[in-house]
């Protein structure tokens, strides 16, 4: 494992319980960082933070909710009054349907936790990382926000949002130290793959070059990276974990 240096510094993992989440708050605290786990499954989130030690602590938070997310941040800042990077990657990938079949209810909540749950937490945490002068966002978005994937509409428009929202922000922070970027990761194996079906995840894999899926932990290497100082001049930018899957 190749040495980043998080020394003293703070993240916020949203979706920190489980998945790229957990694996991400992992390698923070393995370059000398420590985290606060956003999750809605409170006793999860406990529990990861009991399994990554010292280091870590968890936050209860709806982030699909602005009045929870906002609560999550009042507390996040009594257990750390100075927080140095928000990680975005709580999300849901919602059913596999054709997009007129596809239930309305479904797609606004993909919508509700992928996009505005992202959207509320950049505009929370924002003012704090202006504030300081100094901060980095992460937003994990997915290749299927570039290319599209077929009975994933809600889950590809939501990604492709996650996109436009980091080059916009990227952009409104740019005379700051502030650096916002996005990673577009082809599918990794992770518990979200339960909410897929076999044949879309085998429709995933043949879309990949190199025949494998991803590792949470080679999502969590370029987060981590991009979560330290040494990422000073990327900002609104997009960075490809495909597997050679990406085009453009």
């Not at 990680?87 to 309305?104: L, Q």
């Not at 002068?133 to 570039?146: H, Q």
């Not at 995933?204 to 981590?224: N, Q």
Request: a neutral charge; one cysteine or more; glycine letters at 8%.
């Amino acid at each position: 494992m190749n040495q980043l240096d998080f020394k003293s510094r703070h993240a916020v993992v949203t979706g920190g319980a489980t998945g790229l989440g957990y694996a991400i708050a992992q390698r923070l605290i393995a370059s000398g960082g420590s985290v606060t786990l956003w999750d809605r499954d409170e006793v999860g989130a406990n529990k990861a933070a009991a399994q990554l030690g010292a280091q870590a602590s968890a936050v209860a938070v709806d982030v699909a909710q602005h009045d929870s997310v906002r609560s999550a941040v009042a507390a996040t800042l009594k257990i750390h009054p100075k927080v140095d990077a928000l990680v975005n990657s709580a999300g849901i990938t919602g059913p596999n349907v054709k997009v007129w079949d596809y239930p309305v209810a479904d797609w606004k909540q993909v919508m509700d936790v992928n996009l505005t749950g992202l959207f509320l937490c950049c505009r929370e945490w924002a003012p704090h990382l202006r504030a300081n002068d100094y901060g980095r966002i992460v937003n994990i978005a997915s290749v299927a926000g570039k290319d599209g994937n077929p009975n994933a509409s809600a889950y590809s428009a939501s990604k492709a949002a996650v996109i436009a929202l980091t080059k916009s922000l990227g952009k409104e922070l740019a005379d700051t130290g502030v650096r916002v970027n996005c990673v577009t990761p082809a599918a990794v194996k992770t518990a979200i793959f339960d909410q897929m079906s076999e044949q879309h995840i085998q429709f995933m894999l043949s879309k990949i070059p190199m025949g494998r899926f991803g590792t949470p932990e080679e999502v969590a290497a370029m987060v981590a990276w991009l979560c330290t100082e040494d990422c000073s001049f990327s900002t609104g930018a997009v960075f490809d974990l495909s597997g050679g899957r990406s085009t453009y």
